[in-house]
């Protein structure tokens, strides 16, 4: 979730961009599995993040049949509580993505975590293999197919897909001509291990939670691997968990996600409050969506040249944009913006960061290869054609993009493990938040965790828009059940809506 702002990263969680080579990377030695690495702590706080923030590298087996081969280094990290007398454990932040950095993310929110539960954990978190300051991978791919909308594969304006497929093939061929075993370990099952090697470096017996979005499944697979290593478990933004197809489902569910958020920001943009800041697109709620469909048909006809040289303001870069925005309502304005400067003849559009440039290569690759080297996506290019097509008709913001061909279908690096299938065996100390409105893990999604954890969970619905619930939307209640669960252990005794 290249340079980005951590709006555009957070927007990368489904985001199909390709898996990498290692060409950057190279086998550390350090202690060999058998034994828990001691953490080499050093302070590494960064400008408005926690004062006491500290960093440390833990080196992890590249392949976990081999705990003594090469090594890989993770960058990980931690906050220590201030307050000794009240510190009743350690809360694993875990990052969405895939591509997330927990580093990052615990020097966004570690200060407003530390105060809301009062000193009660050490909060610690870690980049994954293939994230941030981890082992990388590459793919070496063009700057043109490490674009957020070639990456994510929107059809054509008339609804082909043939230049998906193509760039779909040339990007597996690249991730397989250039790659090497750093990316094909690229998965949720050797990120799970990582955190459980984690807690053995830590020295803790148990460990608490907080994961959000694609750190929701990876937490969920943790509490069904390693239930006994659990102790108070917030998953927090929730993925669909079916084995048979993980992320193309997550894809696939954004489609409906954007029809649940959208309306949000019809009313937004529709509120007299808008005419003072020259934003206000219509006088109605309802007038938004049509103008914003009829905008995106005029630009696949004829794009607007913006102020990114080279990058001209197309209906896919503008449908992006618009999903992106989805995400957080502090983004709303930029949105709106974008769509009054591309109806004004006379104004250069002004591209969002997500869609003016390439991701990097190395997130392009890890953002791709996990969810390639989790489970097998079908090939056939037909069926995607129908897909599609049926797609564009029943959800037209989202133009049949969340069903398409990716990368994916034409992987070399067939996946060795079956994903792990979520159950109701382990104990029942899991609650789980979710908005009613999510735009990247709706709530269809989430109801079919609720289902797969039973009796294991408790489920705080939301009511409200966006991504991501503790300490982000401002619900009061949602973020006191949170609170209250990690700092008492107390849960609602059943589901319950905010």
């Known amino acids: 979730m290249v340079g980005m702002t951590h709006r555009t990263r957070r927007a990368l969680v489904l985001a199909l961009s390709v898996s990498a080579a290692a060409t950057t990377l190279t086998a550390v030695t350090g202690p060999t599995a058998s034994a828990s690495p001691a953490l080499d702590w050093r302070p590494c706080a960064q400008p408005g993040g926690p004062a006491g923030q500290e960093c440390a590298e833990l080196p992890v087996p590249l392949d976990y049949r081999d705990p003594d081969g ?33 580093v990052r993310r615990l020097t966004q929110q570690g200060n407003a975590l530390s105060r809301e539960l009062g000193g009660a954990y050490d909060i610690v978190s870690l980049d994954p293999r293939g994230v941030g300051g981890s082992t990388r991978a590459r793919c070496q791919l063009p700057a043109d197919d490490r674009n957020l909308v070639a990456l994510r594969s929107w059809p054509a304006p008339d609804g082909g897909i043939a230049e998906n497929v193509a760039r779909s093939r040339r990007t597996a ?17 050797n990120e799970v291990r990582d955190i459980d090697r984690f807690r053995q470096a830590l020295g803790e017996e148990r460990l608490s939670a907080h994961g959000v979005s694609y750190g929701t499944y990876v937490g969920a697979v943790y509490a069904q691997k390693y239930p006994e290593r659990t102790d108070r478990w917030v998953l927090d933004s929730l993925d669909d968990p079916d084995p048979r197809r993980v992320a193309r489902r997550w894809l696939a569910n954004s489609a409906q996600g954007a029809e649940d958020r959208f309306p949000d ?10 005419e003072t800041e020259d934003l206000r697109l219509a006088e109605k709620p309802e007038d938004v969506r049509p103008l914003f469909l009829s905008l995106a048909d005029e630009l696949d006809r004829a794009p607007r040249t913006t102020t990114t040289e080279g990058v001209p303001l197309t209906g896919n870069r503008l449908r992006q944009a618009m999903q992106t925005a989805l995400y957080n309502d502090a983004s709303f304005d930029d949105l709106a913006l974008l769509i009054r400067q591309a109806r ?6 002004v591209l969002t960061p997500d869609v003016a440039g390439p991701m990097s290569d190395e997130d392009a690759a890890v953002t791709m290869a996990v969810v390639c080297n989790d489970v097998r996506w079908p090939a056939s290019v037909a069926a995607h054609e129908r897909a599609v097509a049926a797609d564009r008709a029943r959800y037209p913001l989202t133009a049949g993009m969340p069903v398409n061909i990716t990368p994916c279908s034409f992987w070399k690096n067939r996946p060795v493990e079956k994903p792990t299938r979520i159950t109701d065996e382990g104990p029942s100390n899991i609650l789980l938040v979710q908005n009613r409105r999510d735009p990247a893990t709706p709530y269809v999604g989430a109801l079919k965790m609720r289902a797969a954890l039973d009796d ?15 300490l982000n939307t401002g619900n009061e209640c949602g973020n006191d059940a949170v609170t209250t669960f990690l700092r008492t252990g107390q849960r609602p005794e059943r589901d319950i809506s905010c």
């Open 70 to 102: 090469p090594q890989l280094t993770l960058a990980v990290s931690r906050l220590r509580s201030e307050r000794p007398e009240a510190r009743r454990g350690t809360l694993l932040v875990i990052p969405g993505g895939p591509g997330g950095s927990g």
């Open 173 to 189: 061929e690249a991730c397989a001509t250039n790659g090497g075993a750093v990316l094909r370990s690229l998965t949720t099952a």
């Open 265 to 274: 920001f019809a009313a937004w943009a529709a509120d007299p409050a808008r």
């Open 344 to 349: 004004d003849p006379k104004a250069m559009p």
């Open 456 to 470: 294991r969970a408790r489920l705080v619905s939301v009511e409200r828009g966006g991504h991501g619930v503790y």
